[in-house]
């Protein structure tokens, strides 16, 4: 089958199996991720089709929704990949990038550890969709689907979290900035990421100088 073929059906297959996800995860997300992925490799040595696939399968299944479990969304991507006939090196490449792309997951898995180019463009436009107008957008959508509460000056960021720690918090959405969102613009594997991350970086540094002032009653 041709890869664009391919491309179309695997588009088709994650737009069903998203038809109901939470907003910040939904199609809509894995279109921009695609875009960010698609954009990045112009200036990178990487293969178009591996990142493609990546960037579209890489939340078919987001563990945060299924209990922590982080087999599902591996299964369910390898299976559809193997009833489009792709390569079974090309299927593992892409079910190592949909295990490792995650922020907890960034570093290795069970002691196990993965790289590769394809990784870090398709890494990079994910978080880069964590990140600026989006991001805080996509952050405070999730606070409110999980009922958390905007703010509370009692309960500091935990910047020392352990994975499960990490998946398991339940701290105020404003939290989420200084414990990940503002941790990614150094998390960038890709000059172009990193100029991009650096523009939504500041941005979201504006968006808590103003929303403390308003806490406060400053302005």
């Known amino acids: 089958?041709?890869?664009?073929?391919?491309?179309?059906?695997?588009?088709?297959?994650?737009?069903?199996?998203?038809?109901?996800?939470?907003?910040?995860?939904?199609?809509?997300?894995?279109?921009?991720?695609?875009?960010?992925?698609?954009?990045?490799?112009?200036?990178?040595?990487?293969?178009?089709?591996?990142?493609?696939l990546g960037a579209l399968l890489h939340d078919i299944a987001d563990p945060k929704f299924y209990n922590g479990n982080e087999t599902i969304g591996p299964k369910l991507a390898a299976k559809f990949l193997e009833e489009q006939k792709v390569d079974t090196d090309i299927i593992t490449h892409v079910i190592n990038i949909i295990k490792h792309i995650s922020f907890k997951n960034s570093l290795e898995i069970n002691g196990e550890k993965f790289t590769s180019k394809e990784l870090?463009?398709?890494?990079?436009?994910?978080?880069?969709?964590?990140?600026?107008?989006?991001?805080?957008?996509?952050?405070?959508?999730?606070?409110?689907?999980?009922?958390?509460?905007?703010?509370?000056?009692?309960?500091?960021?935990?910047?020392?979290?352990?994975?499960?720690?990490?998946?398991?918090?339940?701290?105020?959405?404003?939290?989420?900035?200084y414990e990940k969102l503002l941790l990614l613009k150094d998390k960038m594997n890709t000059a172009t990421a990193k100029k991009i991350a650096l523009e939504r970086h500041n941005y979201m540094n504006l968006f808590l100088e103003q929303f403390y002032n308003e806490w406060n009653g400053v302005k």
């Open 1 to 52: 089958m041709e890869q664009s073929k391919i491309i179309e059906n695997t588009i088709l297959f994650v737009k069903k199996e998203l038809k109901n996800a939470e907003g910040g995860h939904d199609w809509f997300h894995i279109e921009r991720v695609y875009k960010n992925t698609l954009l990045i490799a112009k200036e990178e040595d990487v293969d178009a089709f591996v990142v493609s």
């Open 120 to 177: 870090d463009v398709v890494q990079d436009a994910d978080r880069l969709d964590a990140i600026g107008a989006i991001g805080i957008a996509r952050c405070f959508n999730y606070g409110g689907f999980k009922n958390r509460a905007l703010y509370n000056p009692e309960i500091k960021p935990n910047l020392n979290m352990t994975k499960e720690e990490y998946k398991n918090s339940s701290a105020p959405t404003i939290n989420h900035f």
